[in-house]
C-alpha cells in the first residue's frame, strides 16, 4: 500500500508541475470567460441604428409603417422612383425601400434599394412588418378588425411539472437536458483527455527501459494501479481549479465591467425553438415572456436535485474513468510506440464517440426510451448517457443497477488490462495483434 | 552458507522452454557468474530470482527461506535494458526508486549524499536525467540499484555501455560491496570479461545448466597439464614422460607447449628442462572459461 501511495505521488507530482499543465489550468478559464463575455460586450456596442427611406407609391403603408428604436422609418414623397433614387444617393440612409401599386390580393415588386449590403436582420424586419400591415389590410378589406384578431390570439406558456412522491416541482425541460449534457460532455472528454496521458505515460516507461526496474520493486498491478489514480488525481486538480478559477474570473470580470455574460447555451436553445417553429409573438408580450422564461429558468435550476446530479456526476466521471482508463493502460502496454495504438484505440473509442452522440439525440428527445435504458445500463456507456437521463429522474434501482454493473465493468476491465499489462511491459520489439493479446489473458506469469 | 538455493526450477513460454530443471547454489558473499550465450535462459531465471515472473516448478530459497515478496527488498537488480525516467531529476529519481525498495525518506537521503560524495556528482543533482551523458546515466543506474544495500545484488550484463575508466570505477565498487558482505550475481554472455572477477560461475546453455562450482575448481578439472615454455637452446624432447603439442624454433630461441604424462609433475619437466636449455618462461596454460564452456558443449551434444 505504501509502494502504491509513493507511484501515486510521483505521478500526480510530475504531472501537476509540468508547465503544459499550468498553462492548460490557468488559460482555459481566462478563455471560457473571454467566450462569455466578449459576445456581450459586442453586442452592447454594434447596437448601430439603421434607417430605411421609404418610397411609397401605393399609399397604403407609408403611413402605418412605424418607426422603432434602432430601425428609422423616412417616408419620402418623390415624384418617381428616379427622383427617389436621387435623393437616398444625397442621404447616409441604410438603404431605400421602393412600395409600388399593388394590388392586395398579390402583393408583389417590393425593392430594397441600398448602397452597401444590406444586413439581413433588416431585411427581415422590413419584410414581416409588410406583411404584418398586408394582413391588417386583406383583414379590413374582409371585415375583421386587427384589434378584434388580436384579442383573439392565444399566448400560452407551458409550465412543465414533475409529479414524483416527493412533490410536485416546477422543472424545465431545457435546463434538465442542459444540466446532464454538461455533465455528460465533461465526463466524454476527461476520459479521453486523461485515458489518453495513461497510455502515453505507459508507452514512456516502456520506451525508456524503466519498467524492469520498477517492477523488480513493486507488482505490475500496483505500478498500473498507481498511475490511473495519480492521473485521476491530476484531472480531478484541473477540474476542480477550473470551477473555481472559471468562477472567479466570471465575476470578476462582470464586477469590474458590469457586463452581463451572453446568454447561456439554454436561453440560446429556447430562442433558438422560438425562431424555428416560427411563431412571432406580438411585440407587447415579448418583453414580459422573456422575463418569465428568465425566471422559469433559474426556479427550474434552483429545483435540480444538486445533491443527486453532483454524486452521481462524480461517481460516473470516476467509474468512466477508472473503466476506460485500465483499458488505454493495457493499450500502452501492448505497443511499443504511439503510432501502434490506431488499432487498438478503435474498439475503445468507439463506444464513447457513440453514447456521446446517442446523448444528445436519441437519449435526449426521449430519456426514458429503451435506447436510453439500455444505454445508461450497459457499463461501457453508461457514464454518458445516464449522465444525460439523470436530470430528467431515473427510478433509483435503475440508477442502482447501473452504478452496480459500472463497478463489475470497471473490476472486470482491470482485471483484463492488468492481465495485458504484466505480459505486454516486458515484451518489446513484436507486432501485436488481438489474438496475441487474449492469449496473454491466461498466460501464467 | 548459501544465499540463494536453486533447485529444479522450469520455464516455459508458449513455444520454448526457456529454463530446464535448472539448479545451483549461490555461496554467500561471492562474486557469482552467470553465464552462458545470448538466450540461453540466463534473463529468464533472473527474472524469477527478482519475482518479476514465476517458475512453472521448481523452488528457490534465499537465505534458507522460501522466495517470497519480501525479500525483494534485499535484492537490487541491475536489468540488462537499463532505462530511468527522463523527465526526471537525478536526486528525485533516486529518492523515488529507493523508496520503492522500503527504504524511509530520511534514510534514502542519507544513503544518496553517501554515494553522491564517492561518485563525485553533486552538481548533477538537479540535472534531468535526459541531459546526462549515456555513462552518467549508467552510474546513476547502478546507484539506484545498491542504494538500499542489498545482500544480493544482480547485475545483467554490468559493463554493457561503460567505457572503460567508469567500467573500472563500477568494477572496484562491486569489490567493496563484496567486501561488505553482498553477493553480486554477474549475468553475461562476454565471459571473458567477468572471468577475473568472478568466485563462482554457472554455465547455462539452451535453458539446461551445464557446469557450476569455484572457478579455481573447475579450471583444475579442465587443466589438461599442458605448460609453455619460452627459452634459449636446441629443445628435443625424448622422455616419454612428456608430450610435446606444439614447438617452435627462431634464430635459437624456442617456444613450445608441453604435455605431462601419467604421473609426471610440473617439476619434473622443469629439471629435465634446465638440463638441456636455457628456460625464460614456465607456464601453465590454464584453460579459459571461455574454452571450457566450448569445450563442454560440446561434449553434452556428443552425448
Not at chain 2, 527522463?86 to 533516486?94: A, D, I, T
Not at chain 2, 553477493?183 to 553475461?188: L, P
Not at chain 2, 546453455?205 to 557446469?211: A, C, I, Y
Request: hydrophobic share 45%; charged share 20%.
Amino acid at each position: 500500500m505504501h509502494k502504491i501511495w509513493l507511484i501515486i505521488k510521483r505521478e500526480y507530482l510530475t504531472r501537476v508541475r509540468k508547465k503544459s499543465f499550468i498553462i492548460m489550468t490557468f488559460l482555459t478559464p481566462l478563455l471560457l470567460a473571454a467566450f462569455m463575455l466578449v459576445p456581450a460586450w459586442l453586442a452592447t456596442i454594434s447596437d448601430s441604428e439603421d434607417a430605411v427611406m421609404v418610397f411609397d407609391e401605393s399609399g397604403i403603408f407609408a403611413e402605418k409603417l412605424e418607426s422603432k428604436p434602432d430601425l428609422k422609418i423616412i417616408p419620402v414623397a418623390a415624384g418617381s422612383l428616379e427622383q427617389a433614387k436621387t435623393a437616398y444617393q444625397e442621404t447616409d440612409y441604410t438603404a431605400l425601400l421602393h412600395i409600388p401599386k399593388l394590388d392586395l390580393a398579390n402583393p408583389e415588386g417590393f425593392r430594397l434599394y441600398s448602397k452597401k449590403n444590406i444586413s439581413f436582420q433588416v431585411k427581415f424586419r422590413l419584410e414581416s412588418m409588410l406583411e404584418k400591415e398586408i394582413e391588417s389590410q386583406r383583414f379590413m378589406a374582409s371585415g375583421i378588425d386587427r384589434e378584434m384578431l388580436n384579442k383573439m390570439k392565444a399566448n400560452i406558456t407551458m409550465t412543465t411539472v414533475n409529479l414524483s412522491e416527493s412533490g410536485e416541482q416546477d422543472s424545465n425541460v431545457w435546463v434538465t437536458s442542459g444540466a446532464g449534457i454538461v455533465g455528460a460532455v465533461i465526463i466524454y472528454f476527461f476520459i479521453f483527455m486523461y485515458g489518453v496521458q495513461i497510455m502515453r505515460g505507459v508507452i514512456e516507461e516502456k520506451t525508456s527501459r524503466i519498467v524492469e526496474v520498477m517492477i523488480s520493486s513493486v507488482k505490475p498491478f500496483q505500478l498500473m494501479m498507481g498511475k490511473i489514480i495519480g492521473i485521476a488525481g491530476v484531472g480531478l486538480t484541473q477540474f476542480l481549479l477550473w470551477v473555481v478559477l472559471s468562477a472567479i474570473v466570471v465575476s470578476g470580470v462582470q464586477a469590474a465591467f458590469g457586463i452581463q455574460p451572453a446568454p447561456t447555451p439554454i436561453e440560446q436553445m429556447q430562442s433558438g425553438r422560438a425562431m424555428a417553429t416560427g411563431e412571432e409573438e406580438p411585440e407587447q408580450t415579448e418583453e414580459t415572456s422573456q422575463t418569465d422564461t428568465l425566471s422559469e429558468v433559474s426556479e427550474a435550476i434552483s429545483n435540480l436535485n444538486f445533491p443527486l446530479l453532483l454524486g452521481s456526476f462524480l461517481f460516473y466521471f470516476l467509474g468512466g474513468y477508472l473503466l476506460y482508463g485500465s483499458l488505454f493502460g493495457a493499450i500502452g502496454a501492448a505497443v511499443d510506440n504511439e503510432t501502434d495504438t490506431q488499432q487498438f484505440m478503435f474498439p475503445i473509442t468507439i463506444p464513447l464517440i457513440i453514447s456521446f452522440i446517442m446523448s444528445y439525440t436519441v437519449v435526449i428527445q426521449n430519456p426514458d426510451g429503451p435506447v436510453a435504458f439500455w444505454m445508461s445500463i450497459i457499463p461501457f456507456t453508461s457514464p454518458i448517457v445516464m449522465m444525460v437521463r439523470i436530470p430528467f429522474g431515473v427510478p433509483a434501482s435503475e440508477l442502482l443497477l447501473s452504478m452496480g454493473l459500472l463497478v463489475l465493468g470497471f473490476i472486470f476491465t482491470t482485471w483484463i488490462a492488468s492481465r495485458i499489462y504484466r505480459v505486454g511491459i516486458l515484451m518489446y520489439g513484436k507486432k501485436i495483434n488481438y489474438k496475441e493479446l487474449s492469449k496473454w489473458l491466461f498466460y501464467r506469469v | 552458507m548459501s544465499i540463494l538455493k536453486i533447485d529444479g526450477v522450469t520455464k516455459r513460454y508458449a513455444n520454448h522452454t526457456a529454463l530446464d530443471n535448472v539448479s545451483f547454489d549461490i555461496p554467500a558473499g561471492c562474486i557469482f557468474g552467470l553465464l552462458g550465450p545470448n538466450g540461453a535462459g540466463k534473463t529468464s531465471l533472473i527474472r524469477i530470482i527478482t519475482q518479476i515472473t514465476g517458475a512453472d516448478s521448481g523452488k528457490i530459497y534465499f537465505k534458507g527461506e522460501k522466495l517470497r515478496p519480501s525479500h525483494i527488498k534485499d535484492m537490487g537488480y541491475l536489468p540488462e535494458e537499463r532505462g530511468l525516467y527522463k523527465k526526471m531529476k537525478v536526486g528525485e529519481q533516486l529518492l523515488y526508486l529507493a523508496q520503492l525498495k522500503g527504504l524511509t525518506k530520511d534514510e534514502a537521503i542519507a544513503r544518496i549524499k553517501e554515494w553522491v560524495a564517492r561518485f563525485e556528482i553533486k552538481e548533477w543533482m538537479n540535472k534531468h536525467i535526459e541531459d546526462l551523458s549515456k555513462g552518467m546515466q549508467q552510474k546513476v543506474q547502478f546507484m539506484a540499484t545498491v542504494m538500499h544495500e542489498p545482500s544480493l545484488i544482480i547485475l545483467d550484463e554490468p559493463f554493457s555501455g561503460f567505457d572503460p575508466i567508469n567500467a573500472n570505477l563500477i568494477k572496484d565498487e562491486i569489490l567493496r560491496l563484496r567486501d561488505n558482505g553482498a553477493t553480486i550475481i554477474f549475468s553475461t554472455h562476454r565471459m571473458e570479461s567477468v572471468e577475473e572477477l568472478c568466485d563462482n560461475i554457472a554455465l547455462i546453455n539452451r535453458s539446461r545448466k551445464v557446469l557450476d562450482g569455484p572457478v579455481r575448481e573447475i579450471k583444475d578439472t579442465y587443466k589438461t597439464d599442458t605448460f609453455q615454455v619460452i627459452g634459449n637452446g636446441q629443445l628435443l624432447i625424448t622422455s616419454p614422460d612428456f608430450e610435446v603439442l606444439e614447438q617452435h624454433d627462431n634464430h635459437g630461441v624456442f617456444r613450445a607447449s608441453i604435455r605431462l604424462l601419467d604421473g609426471a609433475s610440473p617439476n619434473d619437466l622443469l629439471r629435465y628442462l634446465i638440463q638441456r636449455v636455457e628456460v625464460h618462461s614456465f607456464v601453465e596454460l590454464v584453460p579459459s572459461i571461455n574454452d571450457i564452456f566450448i569445450r563442454k558443449v560440446k561434449e553434452t551434444y556428443h552425448a
